[in-house]
């Protein structure tokens, strides 16, 4: 990020033509990076889409984001106890192709910048599960001066776990709303945050000062 | 003429339907024998298709380059290729596929053919991961191509062909027939070989998730993890009916069905051994399995080669 650039030219998002202006890229590698902002894809609808749905809900891939404390009850749901595989759910150390997002407990805004990052590179349709009471309003940390409190301020949540620590039943029991969630269709919020992107990327800025990056991670 | 071309496209589709549908079964089928050895009790058998589906399902796709799109077109030409020039069952017409004389080497050609593309394909996609699984998995593969040349080069010099047709006709008439028996240097060489061609422990260093999130496909994703899903499985398949067709007499009934069946059980029990000696063994690193291929399993090729020519 050049230093003489102040916030209100960070916080602006778009060009005349309405292409992302990427500020806080150095002017030689703005052409580097993509600058469109995020579609929305509109589903298909009737029994075609319920189909998909049923599809989506049944084959969770994880990428799990051990951000905080809670993320050490990620890992029993693989162990033969808990044993995720059996609910069509399984790990997937990428981001292109998990689908479903779990912030492990507290973010702090360097862990924010990730997070955005990570969430951005997900393809839609893509959920995201907040673990712990940490991301529900900050938990133990809510006036901490380097954690977020509400995950959903910066990107879209669709299940919250409330717990410090919640335990890995507790965890299955939020996939299982969540499961219920898509196949009702309405996991729907890769779409809310493309249309409420300036927004999101408002809340984002506001915290992560350091902004170094596309503003639309593709 | 035209009925000619018509049939043959019809019998190669009930071919392709077969052996797709099979190998995702088996894939699914082994991913719970695997827990089952953990303790666990597994996903559905027929996950491998909710995977296939969702991934086609996904609304949003990145690509990065013309070589990106093609890598995965590649890999499943390879996979098509392998399978289509493997004659499945002996002496049926709709399982015979494309099957020519001199086609073992061609079949060997498009088993690595598909690697190749998927690297071009890899490369591109610009996750410094990717061509760190790249690397280890061409390496892995010039390893374990040795014993598997020898094993082949045995079983050709043993009944002086290269079609798989005449060596599964050699190997008729009972199972001491059967190369396994006959030739068995050969067998071992190849078996060996074949636990690196599958990937699977102790040879999964190419996809480690823990330390290369998965290697080549990490960058794939939506459609294109789909083709390559769909193009693992028809792989698959095509590899363990190859082996059959080699080392284990193939498959061979007057009744279709009941040939069916025999294949269906030898290749079970080939893959069955690849995951009993996977989950049996932890993983290799590159240069471990690079040894590996190049010690015993070459020199079991050797002895087989040089038994043929004496
Ligand atoms: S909710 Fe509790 S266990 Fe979870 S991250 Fe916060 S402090 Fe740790």
Redesign the interface.
Known sequence: MSDNMNDMDQMQLFNDQGRLLNAGLPDEEKALFCDAAP?V?A?YRGIWEKF?NW??S??LWILGFGTGCGAIELRPLM??RY?M??Y?V?????P??A?LFIIGGYASVKTMKRIVRSYEQM???KFVLGLGSCTVNGGMYWDSYNTINRLDHYIPVDVYIAGCMPRPEALLAGINELKKLIKDGKGEN?NKYAENFEWYKGNQKKIIKDWNMPDYN? | MLTSILTKALYTLISFFVILNYSLLLLGTM?RVR?KV???????VW?PY??I???N??????THGIMFYLGPVFRLAGGLGTYFFIPVIFGSKIFANFSFSGDVLLVMYFIFFGQLGMALGAGESGHPYSPIGVARGLAQMTAFELPFSLAVIAVAAQYGSFSITEIVAAQQGGWQNWVAFTNPFAMAAGMLAFLGMSMNNPFSIVIA??EI??GP??????SF?GMLQTNRAIFNGAKMVLFMNLFFGGAAHPNIFIALGIMIMKTFLIYLYVVFVGVSFPRFRTEQSIRFFLGVPTLLGLIAVIQQMI
Not at chain 1, 90 to 94: A, E, F, K, L
């Open positions: 579609q894809d589903p998909l599809a989506r049944e084959s162990t033969s044993d595989y059996q069509g399984q790990p997937r150390p990428t292109r192709q689908g393809q839609g349709p890769a593709w | 991913a827990a953990q303790g666990r009790i597994g996903q559905p996950q909710i995977d589906i969702k991934n399902a996904r609304r949003s796709g990145v998730p823990q999130p998965i496909p990490t960058e794939m994703h939506s993890l």
